[in-house]
């Protein structure tokens, strides 16, 4: 009598979200979700699916994209507009949208708690090519301050401009030594824009100093 013997892949595999820590959307600024994940190979010793949770706050807003695997969303908590390729779709408890491969999605504001099951068939997230609108090239997960134009706006970047001015027109008028220090993330210090803008103050405050 022959035995068979199951591949690690091929093991039922049991996960309790609530023993799961939350994770972060890697990079996209627009993005703040926050994701639990239940299967995904080779953290998992499963094969074939990719899935878990995905969970938004209140003025959330997840950024859209679009990847060549098709989705599909479950709803579980709250309610809110799904866009899919320009038409916003509900999600809500008890709800499924089906997402077509290469269809630009996302959630463009989460107006209260919202959060959902997905599922891609894919091995991994290294085989889900996620693309956004306006972005050059296809990464799995966006870099931060890879674009320079989202930060210009960004509130850390008006503060920083704001504090600069007041600083620089006390060093014009009296002479003191011009040292800016704002407050921003690490993420916000690391970004091109205010690297480059803290060396060109650097600069500017040398030359005012006579």
């Given at each position: 009598?022959?035995?068979?013997?199951?591949?690690?892949?091929?093991?039922?595999?049991?996960?309790?979200?609530?023993?799961?820590?939350?994770?972060?959307w890697q990079g996209h600024a627009p993005s703040a979700i926050r994701f639990?994940?239940?299967?995904?190979?080779?953290?998992?010793?499963?094969?074939?699916?990719?899935?878990?949770?995905?969970?938004?706050a209140a003025g959330d807003t997840f950024a859209l994209h679009a990847h060549?695997?098709?989705?599909?969303?479950?709803?579980?908590?709250?309610?809110?507009?799904?866009?899919?390729?320009?038409?916003?779709?509900?999600?809500?408890?008890?709800?499924?949208?089906?997402?077509?491969?290469?269809?630009?999605?996302?959630?463009?504001?989460?107006?209260?708690?919202?959060?959902?099951?997905?599922?891609?068939?894919?091995?991994?997230?290294?085989?889900?090519?996620?693309?956004?609108?306006?972005q050059a090239g296809k990464r799995d997960r966006p870099v931060l301050g890879?674009?320079?134009?989202?930060?210009?706006?960004?509130?850390?970047?008006?503060?920083?401009?704001?504090?600069?001015?007041?600083?620089?027109?006390?060093?014009?008028?009296?002479?003191?030594?011009?040292?800016?220090?704002?407050?921003?993330?690490?993420?916000?210090?690391?970004?091109?824009?205010?690297?480059?803008?803290?060396?060109?103050?650097?600069?500017?405050?040398?030359?005012?100093?006579?």
């Amino acid at each position: 009598m022959s035995s068979h013997v199951k591949s690690p892949a091929h093991i039922p595999t049991r996960r309790d979200v609530t023993n799961l820590s939350d994770e972060r959307w890697q990079g996209h600024a627009p993005s703040a979700i926050r994701f639990r994940t239940l299967f995904l190979a080779p953290d998992t010793p499963t094969d074939s699916i990719v899935c878990g949770i995905t969970m938004m706050a209140a003025g959330d807003t997840f950024a859209l994209h679009a990847h060549d695997h098709a989705e599909v969303y479950f709803g579980l908590e709250g309610e809110g507009d799904a866009m899919i390729d320009g038409q916003p779709h509900r999600l809500a408890p008890g709800v499924a949208l089906f997402i077509p491969g290469g269809a630009i999605h996302g959630v463009p504001l989460a107006v209260g708690p919202l959060a959902w099951f997905y599922i891609f068939a894919a091995e991994g997230f290294a085989e889900i090519r996620y693309r956004f609108p306006g972005q050059a090239g296809k990464r799995d997960r966006p870099v931060l301050g890879s674009a320079k134009k989202p930060f210009r706006g960004h509130p850390g970047v008006r503060r920083v401009a704001s504090a600069s001015l007041v600083a620089l027109r006390s060093l014009l008028a009296e002479g003191r030594p011009f040292r800016p220090r704002p407050r921003l993330t690490a993420p916000l210090r690391r970004a091109p824009c205010i690297r480059s803008g803290a060396r060109h103050l650097a600069r500017l405050a040398a030359h005012s100093v006579t």
